[in-house]
């Protein structure tokens, strides 16, 4: 297979702007991608004529993405089914982990299971596709919740009825809250015992390229006390994390 130096030169350049948040010059591209000065130059006027890079001038000129690059980028997500990207995360999470995982959705005051993937040897869940659970009571649900403003957490469980599934279930907005700010600061959620007394869950936001919150993957199994939230919180921060990525989110 024959491969164009100038096409292969280019997806390079493309690739290392967009690494670099504070834009980039000509004199870096060049040490860094070992190309010729004249080479880089017609290829940097070349991208930024097609709206593939934007320059500032200053002492030297810096290069940045441009709109129409982003604008092809986003055509990638937007071309894609959401569960063509998160399923097979999800299910390679769920082989790793050896626990029950789902993907969510907020739909007014209750969370939908969207996607389910078990291990080999599952620990039976009353949750299956479709199901619908409080929001409070959920890490699935914590972990959405996590991202609004408090404002909007009491607009969203107003009229809410925080009903005991168990005796470790929240009893009112203000702990909701309390427990939210937790969320926040550790970056993942938990469910402790609060919709099945045996069973504990964790939960951490999925966002797309708008940076929106468009649901939340979870692990679920037998509560152990010896288990290791914390780092099992961690592990799906990295993956959601990724799958987020993969969606077109850019931190």
Known sequence: MKINRTTERSVKILELVAKANDGIDMDEICEKLVIPRTSCYDILVTLVHMG???VSTGAKKNYKIGLNAY???MSYTNNRNISEIIDPALKELSKELKKTCFFGVLEGTKIVYISKFEPENPIITTATIGTRNPVYSTSLGKAILSTMSDEQIREITKDIEFKQATRFTLKSVDELIENINV?????????EREVEEHMECVGVPVFNEKRECIGAISASSLYKKDEDYVALGNTLKERA???SKSLG???
């Open 183 to 191: 969320v926040r600061s550790r970056g993942f959620a938990l469910d």
């Open 71 to 73: 604008r092809i980028g």
């Open 241 to 243: 994390f990724k799958i």
């Open 249 to 251: 989110y850019m931190p």
């Open 52 to 54: 593939m890079l934007e």
